[in-house]
């Protein structure tokens, strides 16, 4: 690990140095906005600092419950809870209502929490190909009656790769075959779909998944996760997600500033735009110099695929030398054989970051 100094925008201090910053999942450019670290500031000086107890003992504050309505407003959904983390929400979940007797279909690429969470429930787990519906249906249709519950889990944007699954067709199988669709939205909360509703929004498909869990420390700029759904739902996991029963409220300072930043999300679309604007930017540049990135033309995670692991780690510390900080992922992250740069856009950057990093990437691999 290396530590860094974080302010507003996009430039860090490493070790000294001044690197630009293109590792990170803060798309809309929220982690250092001043207006939420005033909400916080402002619920610190007139709350507690720490929840000092889980949620069902005496954990919940004004703060948290009124979060939890406002998430579920901005997503369209009866309720929603909150979790301590994306990576605790997926566990908590997965674990809660799937068991022995069911059946989870997962995409060979979720993120490694979907997976603990399939393994913890002990559900019989079938890995499908990455976005092949046609694997996925073959899988659903020979499974025929053998399981009570059938679960499809996919992210709604592929943290690695970046490229978003098909909703609206997953949303439709999933009927066919009377099966649960859930969908991890870490890289679509706040930032996909016109108002930042996320991948279903994107997709067409909102009102339709059953269970949506969304992360807040990327896109949102602060730290938690929630689960919205049902509200038979929401009441089921706060009865049997261990990972939400047995752990400590997050600071209610923490749901004041998440409160902040969710309003900023909600009014200030053009970020979302902006952020599309630089993402296609940055793509048309690299194809300049000769190198396509996965997923699509305004895609915010860019992808540069260069295939060895030594070669990644090697490019990744070139380009930091160069002043750039940029993702160098290797297996277990991703398959063995696909180590990439992994480039993420933020509304943060401007025309001479981007330009600055490509002139580097041009130096360091051509
Ligand atoms: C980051 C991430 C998580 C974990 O969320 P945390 O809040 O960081 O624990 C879960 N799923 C996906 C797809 C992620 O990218």
Redesign the pocket.
């Known amino acids: 690990m290396r530590t860094v100094t974080r302010g507003d925008g996009v430039e860090l201090l490493q070790d000294g140095r001044r690197v630009v910053d293109f590792s990170s999942n803060d798309y809309l450019g929220l982690a250092g906005d001043p207006r939420i670290a005033r909400a916080a500031v402002q619920a610190l000086t007139t709350g507690s600092t720490g929840a000092a107890a889980a949620r069902l003992i005496s954990g919940t504050q004004a703060a948290h419950v009124e979060l939890e309505r406002e998430i579920a407003r901005f997503k369209g959904t009866e309720a929603a809870l909150l979790f301590p983390?994306?990576?605790a929400a997926?566990i908590g979940t997965i674990q809660a209502i799937a068991g022995r007797r069911d059946v989870i279909y997962a995409d060979q690429l979720n993120?490694a929490?979907?997976i603990d969470g399939a393994r913890l429930s002990r559900a019989e787990v079938r890995v499908f190909p990455h976005m092949d519906l046609a694997a996925l249906r073959m899988m659903l249709a020979a499974d025929a009656n053998a399981f009570r519950r059938r679960l499809i889990v996919v992210?709604g944007v592929f943290?690695m790769d970046g490229d978003i699954f098909p909703l609206a067709e997953l949303v439709a199988i999933a009927r066919e075959f009377s099966a649960w669709t859930y969908v991890?939205d870490?890289?679509a909360s706040g930032v996909l779909g016109v108002n930042g509703r996320g991948s279903a929004e994107h997709c067409g498909v909102e009102g339709e998944i059953d269970v949506i869990m969304g992360?807040l420390?990327?896109a949102v700029g602060t730290i938690g996760?929630f689960v919205c759904g049902s509200n038979v739902l929401i009441e089921y996991l706060m009865n049997r997600a261990r990972s939400f029963i047995f752990t400590t409220a997050s600071p209610p300072a923490l749901a004041a500033a998440t409160l902040e930043a969710l309003s900023i999300v909600g009014s200030e679309p053009e970020r979302r735009t902006m952020l599309r604007s630089n993402a296609r930017y940055l793509r048309a540049r690299l194809r300049e110099i000769g190198h396509s990135s996965m997923g699509e033309d305004d895609g915010y995670i860019v992808p540069i695929v260069l295939g060895e692991s030594d070669r990644t780690t090697s490019v990744g510390n070139a380009l930091r030398e160069a002043g750039y900080l940029v993702g160098a992922v290797r297996p277990p992250t991703v398959p063995m054989g696909q180590s990439r740069l992994r480039i993420t856009v933020s509304v943060s950057h401007n025309a001479s970051h981007i330009d600055g990093l490509v002139s580097a990437i041009a130096a360091v691999l051509n």
Do not use: I
């Open positions: 983390s994306g990576y997926n993120h929490s979907l992210d943290s991890d870490a890289h992360t420390g990327k996760a």
